[in-house]
T-cell receptor
Framework: GNSVTQMEGPVTLSEEAFLTINCTYT??????LFWYVQYPGEGLQLLLK?????DKGSNKGFEATYRKETTSFHLEKGSVQVSDSAVYFC??????????????FGIGTKLQVIP | GAGVSQSPSNKVTEKGKDVELRCDPI?????LYWYRQSLGQGLEFLIY????????KSGLPSDRFSAERTGGSVSTLTIQRTQQEDSAVYLC???????????????????FGEGSRLTVL
């Protein structure tokens, strides 16, 4: 089956620190990979995505590279801000043999950035 | 509206009562998902509708849970005889269907509603 493993939080960083949130996956088939973000009091929204090996998704200073050889999609940002405080979810989407487009999420990693 | 709409935003009910949660997806989106978000549990898949195909119900936790999608648009998630462990935020998401391959594919990212917070007393 499909699964996504990401580091549990909370992760607490000072402003301008470097961020890495690890994400690894197992999937049958060739998945697309996503990072979603949930800001306090808001719904989940797409942060970035990558559809094939070696693709790099980027948005708002965040980056993640689709690494097929290590089945990973780690999220990074060079300098975090207080406004980045949120819960981050790694996810994969793959079409199975029955045509269903399963979307599997990780447990979510809470990031707290302190001034 | 332009986004996914869910109602009610908050629901408090007594144990044993039935509840219905509604999701109005983005117009034109053929795929609709329900997830449950509990504290410390991440996002738990419940059910998935794709066009006119039979839904994928593999995530429904018990036979007290059911969902339907009428006319390929609005969906209702029903929880019968609610229990305290059903307390959670129920999230609905919609997307276009995945299609194609490689760079011309539509990856069908999910667009989420703001959720329905259910509290069972």
């Amino acid at each position: 089956g499909n699964s996504v493993t990401q580091m549990e939080g909370p992760v607490t960083l000072s402003e301008e620190a470097f961020l890495t949130i690890n994400c690894t996956y197992t999937a049958t088939g060739y998945p697309s990979l996503f990072w979603y973000v949930q800001y306090p009091g808001e719904g989940l929204q797409l942060l970035l995505k990558a559809t094939k090996a070696d693709d790099k998704g980027s948005n708002k200073g965040f980056e993640a590279t689709y690494r097929k050889e290590t089945t990973s999609f780690h999220l990074e940002k060079g300098s975090v801000q207080v406004s980045d405080s949120a819960v981050y979810f790694c996810a994969l989407k793959v079409k199975d043999s029955g045509g269903y487009q399963k979307v599997t999420f990780g447990i979510g990693t809470k990031l707290q950035v302190i001034p | 509206g332009a986004g996914v709409s869910q109602s009610p935003s908050n629901k408090v009910t007594e144990k044993g009562k039935d509840v219905e949660l509604r999701c109005d997806p983005i117009s034109g989106h053929t795929a609709l998902y329900w997830y449950r978000q509990s504290l410390g549990q991440g996002l738990e898949f419940l059910i998935y509708f794709q066009g006119n195909s039979a839904p994928d119900k593999s995530g429904l936790p018990s036979d007290r849970f059911s969902a339907e999608r009428t006319g390929g648009s609005v969906s209702t998630l029903t929880i019968q005889r609610t229990q305290q462990e059903d307390s959670a935020v129920y999230l609905c998401a919609s997307s276009l269907a995945m299609s194609g391959q490689g760079i011309r594919s539509n990856t069908g990212e999910l667009f989420f509603g703001e959720g329905s917070r259910l509290t069972v007393l």
